[in-house]
Nanobody, 121 residues
């Protein structure tokens, strides 16, 4: 499975961004899709995940109520809509495919490259 993350950029605090993770390959329906982020000097943390058939989604406490994960089957893409961003959301965001919940890097089988999100105050 191959994954391609995009949609990062520079946004002011309180603003929004919509990240995309486009996936391809065999047996994609076996995997959930997850978002992680890694801020400078910090460990990678799980942000959100969605099972392939969209029956279950999970969020880190720090993003609940602000971020929404969704899947477009026709476009083979998972989105992470991020609203009311703050400076603590600044990080490189990665998408991965594997098993969830929980949102843990130990359950990621395939990783995509990261996309940088910078939130200015």
């Amino acid at each position: 499975v191959q994954l391609q993350a995009s949609g990062g950029g520079l946004v002011e605090a309180g603003g929004s961004l919509n990240l995309s993770c486009t996936y391809s390959g065999e047996s994609v329906d076996l995997y959930a899709t997850m978002w992680f982020r890694q801020a400078p000097g910090k460990e990678r943390e799980g942000v959100s995940c969605i099972t392939y058939y969209g029956l279950r989604s999970e969020y880190a406490e720090s993003v609940k109520g602000r971020f929404t994960i969704s899947r477009d089957y026709a476009k083979n893409t998972v989105y992470l809509q991020m609203n009311n961003l703050n400076t603590d959301d600044t990080a490189v965001y990665y998408c991965g495919a594997g098993g969830c919940p929980p949102i843990s890097a130990r359950y990621v089988t395939f990783w995509g490259q990261g996309t940088l999100v910078t939130v200015s105050s």
